[in-house]
């Protein structure tokens, strides 16, 4: 029997094993990589755990592929651990390992593979502040005409002229988008500006905590203007959860109430185009605004102004004219800038054939 | 006091946040979780202020007797008929599932009144996506009409019966742009401006065969799939990248308050 | 002469929206097929579901609901067609608690036509509300997230769920999408537990995927009604998809016909006007 265990285990080839305590992880978890040889046909690997050399080992693990690495997440922080993988073809163990040294799994403090995100984070916030320092000092920070954003007065002017109400739809998003941020700017633009020509705003709401800051918003700008008198809160209400139940009943108002001017700022998908050509059926004057890149197209084909993308982000500092918020815009835009010059030298770089250089391994971040 | 405790909660929850994204040790490593858990929990107690905005608003609407009380009533009726059926059908299936196979609410409520008016509202797009192509793809400048050929080559190049089509779609639009330079060439005195014009109006003749019966002919599907996978993506790289920017410098104004509209 | 040309640059709305109409009820009710070159990225997920083993645990997500089934249900049946003849095990959940019916009603009729068993071929899990947490847990732990199926059945006590802890067991995710789901699988399943991922999508969102096929972080995407009908035709299994094929077909050159003729009306009015 021993002479049978002897032959058996002699068959075996050492194999190679490390075990080190998996990076970048909040503990609990050590790694094991070991190498196959290409000529073994692996039918399963055993993978066994010690915490002493001299105590029997635990089967952990029975990997039924020809990996060569497993993670154990088993395991406690600071406590040693000793491995044994055996490695066998059919039911013939060919191979066999054993670490010598201890492994010890503990917490990490930084995710070194994220170094590059926080070195841009850093240089980015960096030209923040410094634009928004520069900002404090010199107050006319340039920032160009944008259409859409000029037009909100005119569209206002027309609607009351009309004697129709405007309709604000702030699309699908939550108020942890920032693009419900961002319209919730210019809702208070609108506001404002319809307080003074004594015009209703009427905004359906698709969750209820937009409804909630959309009606303090459209308050603050019936303050502003001085006519908190002619805030109406029931004019912004909770519509319903549901993508197309919001299209169905925003529509239905544009019908009924047959809005001189229409926003259609915040996130939005695929109901946009219908709640775009509805407006225009109606004789509307659209402004709109999105950050969802497959909706634009849309927008841009229906509606008589667009705000793409980050120009709806910068609609609070546009329209506000705040110094500092001016200054992140500039900020913004000198980062772009930066990022690029980068994008222009990595594709110069792959167009030649450089490889496996600096700015590849940089950004791999996953 | 009144704004300074919501900035400072601001601020401490997007620096933690921040924090979170570099540090995996606890307890930074699962605040992105447990924020996310909060934020799931507060929001659905916020849905009965939505309910209650609701119907406050078309209760109103019916006692006030305004023009459009009748959708309200429907509204309100709707509300309550799908709220007790569904209850019911909680209590009384097996599985206590308002959409499991035996209960009466799946199959009369969801799947012949919910699914087709769901579908129906998608469906609607198609008659509009018609409206705004023929409203919106107009040869106005040079910008437009390489619009209208590339949607029209996309168009062509996803259905099986493009092949076919394109050369005598092709051959329409080009002896279409062909017959405007040659008209626009007659009322220009200005001698090589006229013969460029002409050029210009022979060029799309003479490209009518090379492109519309031999490329794209054979080609057409290929073609699209590069409109899609080439120019398409770099522009749309382009605005994800600006929406990118300008979401992390909306997210450090919102932290450091320089921006408030979202709070009163 | 020149309001004629009026009338085809300011076609009234309801003609054309007439138009469509007849243009896409004719040929579906004529229920007819057409001939069909599958586009290469169908051909690759059609290949890599293929190559899987029998016996290997596939995940499905139900990540759409009713107003994007014309376009999802098909390519979910299909697959489920391709799972079960391939006698893969199917497990099924969703992060739309509205499209649920939708994905159980179909495993269930598709099962029951390949004498598959409840527990032991397939099983369907339901909903958890948080679609990161949930994504990220189940790389952990499956159970953690789901202790039981949709009928409270411990899924301890189901065979199928007996081989499976977390996405190291599962080889496939197919994730059909309407949102913004699709992200959060790449983000999270993907990124973190390299989950092989083929998604299914709607026509709108299909180019927001392209990034991620071209950096290899999914497999595939199935987009939109053709990318269901060239899987319908690879699995020789024609459904609503390729029934659908000669409508789109009609109607794209029929807006094409309207793109054109307001051209024509265009550019002859505003060479009227010079």
Redesign the interface.
């Known amino acids: 029997m021993k002479l049978a265990m002897l032959l058996f285990l002699w068959q075996a080839s050492p194999v190679s094993i490390k075990a080190y305590d998996t990076p970048n992880d909040a503990g609990g978890s050590i790694t094991i990589t070991w190498e196959l040889d290409s000529s073994w046909v692996v039918s399963r690997i055993e993978i066994y755990r010690t915490q002493d050399l001299n105590a029997p080992d635990t089967l952990i693990e029975t990997l039924f592929k020809p990996e060569t690495q497993f993670q154990d997440l088993g395991v406690t922080d600071k406590k040693p651990y000793y491995y044994k993988v055996l490695i066998y073809q059919g039911d013939t163990l060919v191979a066999e390992g054993r670490t010598t040294e201890p492994a010890i799994s503990t917490q990490q403090w930084f995710n070194s593979r994220r170094l590059s995100v926080l070195i841009i984070l850093l240089i980015y916030t960096a030209f923040l502040l410094y634009f928004i320092m520069r900002a404090r000092v010199d107050k006319n920070l340039f920032i160009r005409k944008i259409a859409g954003l000029e037009a909100i007065d005119e569209a206002v002017g027309r609607s009351t002229e009309m004697g129709r109400p405007i309709l604000y739809i702030m699309g699908l998003g939550y108020i942890s988008d920032i693009p419900t941020v961002a319209s919730l700017a210019i809702l208070k633009r609108v506001a404002y500006k319809a307080a003074e020509y004594e015009a209703d705003v009427i905004v359906p709401c698709y969750d209820p905590i937009v409804m909630v800051a959309a009606q303090e918003t459209v308050k603050e700008g019936y303050i502003e203007a001085g006519r908190p008198d002619l805030y109406k809160e029931s004019n912004i209400y909770f519509l319903t959860s549901d993508q197309f139940g919001y299209a169905a009943g925003v529509d239905g108002i544009m019908m009924r109430q047959r809005p001189g001017a229409v926003f259609l700022q915040g996130y939005f998908y695929a109901e946009s185009l219908i709640l775009a050509e509805t407006g225009h059926s109606i004789g509307a004057i659209q402004i709109s605004g999105t950050t969802a890149v497959t909706q634009l197209p849309f927008f841009i084909a229906s509606t008589d102004y667009t705000l793409i993308g980050e120009e709806m982000y910068a609609a609070s500092a546009y329209l506000s004219r705040d110094a500092l918020s001016l200054g992140t815009i500039k900020g913004e835009d000198y980062i772009k800038m930066v990022l690029v010059i980068i994008i222009l030298i990595g594709s110069l770089m792959e167009t030649f054939g450089i490889g496996n250089h600096m700015l590849i391994n940089f950004f791999n971040i996953f | 006091m009144k704004k300074e405790i919501p900035l400072a909660i601001t601020f401490i929850s997007g620096f933690l946040l ?1 924090l979170a ?6 307890p930074f ?2 605040l ?2 447990i924020f ?2 909060w ?2 929990i507060v ?1 659905g107690f ?6 209650d ?2 119907l ?2 078309n209760f ?1 609407k019916i006692r006030r007797k305004e ?2 009380a009748p ?1 309200s009533l429907v509204l309100i009726l709707s509300f309550f008929i799908t709220l007790i059926w569904g209850v019911t059908e909680i209590v009384r299936t097996p ?1 206590h ?1 308002p ?1 499991s ?1 035996t209960s009466t609410f ?1 199959k009369y409520f ?1 799947n012949s009144i ?6 129906t ?20 400048e040079f910008n437009s009409a390489l619009l ?1 050929v590339s ?2 080559i996309v ?2 190049g ?5 092949q076919g ?1 394109a050369p005598y ?1 092709i051959t ?2 080009f002896l ?1 742009f062909a017959w ?1 330079f040659y ?2 060439s007659v ?1 220009i005195t200005e001698t090589g401006t006229k013969l460029l014009y002409i050029l210009v109006s022979v060029a799309f003749i003479a490209l009518i065969y090379p492109i519309g019966w031999v490329y794209l002919k054979q080609h057409i ?1 290929s073609f699209a ?1 590069w409109i ?2 080439v120019p ?2 770099a522009g ?2 382009g ?5 990118a ?10 932290i450091l308050g ?2 408030r ?4 | 002469m020149t309001e004629f040309f009026k009338k085809l640059a300011g076609i009234d709305r309801r003609i054309i929206y007439l138009t469509v109409f007849l243009a896409t009820a004719i040929p579906i009710l004529t229920k007819k097929t057409m001939k069909i070159e599958p586009l290469p990225e169908v051909k690759k997920a059609y290949e890599y579901i293929e190559s899987l083993p029998e016996s290997s645990i596939v995940m499905v997500s139900i990540d759409y609901d009713a107003a994007s089934m014309p376009e999802l249900q098909p390519m979910l049946e299909t697959f489920l067609h391709h799972a079960f003849r391939k006698n893969l095990k199917v497990i099924m959940l969703g992060h739309w608690a509205l499209g649920l019916p939708l994905g159980q009603q179909a495993l269930e009729d598709i099962a029951k036509k390949y004498n598959k068993i409840y527990g032991i071929d397939y099983v369907f899990l339901g909903y958890r509300p948080g679609v990161a947490a949930v994504i990220i847990n189940m790389g952990k732990d499956i159970k953690s997230v789901f202790s039981s199926d949709y009928k409270y059945t411990p899924i301890d006590s189901l065979p199928i769920m007996r081989s499976v802890k977390n996405y190291k067991d599962i080889k496939l995710l197919f994730g059909l999408e309407a949102g913004a789901v699709g992200d959060a699988w790449i983000q999270y399943g993907y990124a973190r537990y390299n989950l092989p991922i083929i998604l299914g999508t709607t026509a709108v969102m299909t180019p927001d995927y392209y990034p991620y096929i071209q950096a290899n972080q999914v497999i595939s995407v199935i987009g939109g009604l053709r990318g269901a009908a060239d899987y319908e035709t690879l699995v020789e299994i024609p459904g609503q998809a390729s029934i659908g094929m000669l409508a789109q077909s009609v109607i794209h050159l029929v807006i094409i016909a309207f793109i054109i003729i307001g051209n024509i009306g265009f550019l002859v009015l505003r060479r009227a006007k010079k």
């Not at chain 2, 996506?129 to 106005?140: D, G, L, T, V």
């Not at chain 2, 996803?158 to 493009?162: E, Q, S």
């Not at chain 2, 920017?245 to 919102?254: K, W």
């Open positions: 921040v994204l570099f540090i995996p040790h606890k490593g699962n992105e979780e996310n858990d934020y799931i929001s916020t849905m009965l202020l939505g309910i905005s609701l406050e608003y109103k023009k459009d959708y599985e599932n959409f196979p799946s969801y919910f699914m087709p008016l769901q579908s509202m998608f469906a609607i797009l198609s008659f509009f996506i018609a409206s705004a192509a023929y409203r919106a793809f107009r040869a106005k209208l949607a029209v168009m062509l996803r259905i099986p019966l493009g089509a779609v329409v639009i279409v405007y008209a626009e009322g599907p799939d899609m996978n398409q993506m749309k790289r605005i994800m990248i600006g929406i920017l300008g979401g992390i410098a909306m997210s450090i104004r919102i320089i921006e509209t979202y709070m009163k």
